[in-house]
């Protein structure tokens, strides 16, 4: 990311408005919703791997806001808009993907897990292709041994724009719902790709019901 002297007057305001008016946005649009969570039983609070689509980002990070957890997003100039938001939500924020900072990424990531702090994942993110896993998280998982679980939200009413991931907004006064799958733990030698297909019949499944 460009150093601050170094950004454009339009990169300025897009921070800004990020930083400053997108939390506060989300919130108000969160305090109209009707949320309803299943599986809460299911819930870790510590040293787990939070898995869920890119397109749940909006509901999820107003449901599961001011807890800490520690959100992975791409050293994008996007991505830099989503951080300096979730930092205002309450999450922590670590750089990197499986395209960019990769490497950098997972160290981060399984320090965090070490340390006994909950780490939240995009496995579709931050291009797609929509609701495939990528290997990064199944490496996270084996490396660290922190359960993974699974979650997924709905709306109704609600739209979707006309991105890669077909974005969720839940509109104001939706129903909103969300599941929490049960904790799955990989051991070292399971195959990356049988993990990449579990995680996403994980996070399907939910979306067949």
């Known amino acids: 990311m460009k150093e601050k002297s170094k950004l454009s007057f339009r990169d300025r305001i897009l921070f800004f408005v990020a930083e400053y008016i997108l939390p506060f946005l989300i919130r108000f649009l969160g305090m109209t919703w009707r949320v309803k969570i299943y599986g809460m039983e299911n819930y870790v609070r510590k040293g787990a791997l939070f898995v869920f689509w890119h397109e749940h980002i909006l509901p999820l990070s107003y449901v599961f ?7 992975l997003i791409s050293e994008s100039r996007d991505g830099e808009i989503i951080a300096r938001a979730v930092r205002r939500l309450g ?49 996270a998982a084996v490396r660290s041994g922190a359960s993974v679980v699974a979650f997924w939200a709905e709306a109704k009413p609600c739209k979707r724009l006309n991105s890669w ?20 733990k ?13 995680i996403e019949n994980m996070l399907n499944k939910f979306g067949q019901k």
């Open 165 to 184: 991931d077909k974005f969720l907004i839940p509109l104001p006064f939706a129903s909103v719902t969300i599941h929490i799958g049960k904790p799955v």
């Open 65 to 71: 806001r001011g807890r800490g957890i520690k959100v």
């Open 186 to 198: 990989y051991l070292e030698g399971n195959d990356l790709d049988h993990i990449c297909a579990e």
């Open 91 to 139: 999450f922590g924020v670590i750089r990197g993907s499986s395209t960019r900072g990769g490497t950098k990424a997972l160290t981060r990531i399984l320090a965090e897990l070490k340390a006994g702090n909950v780490v939240a994942i995009t496995p579709d993110g931050p291009r797609g292709p929509r609701r495939k896993v990528k290997p990064g998280v199944a490496l």
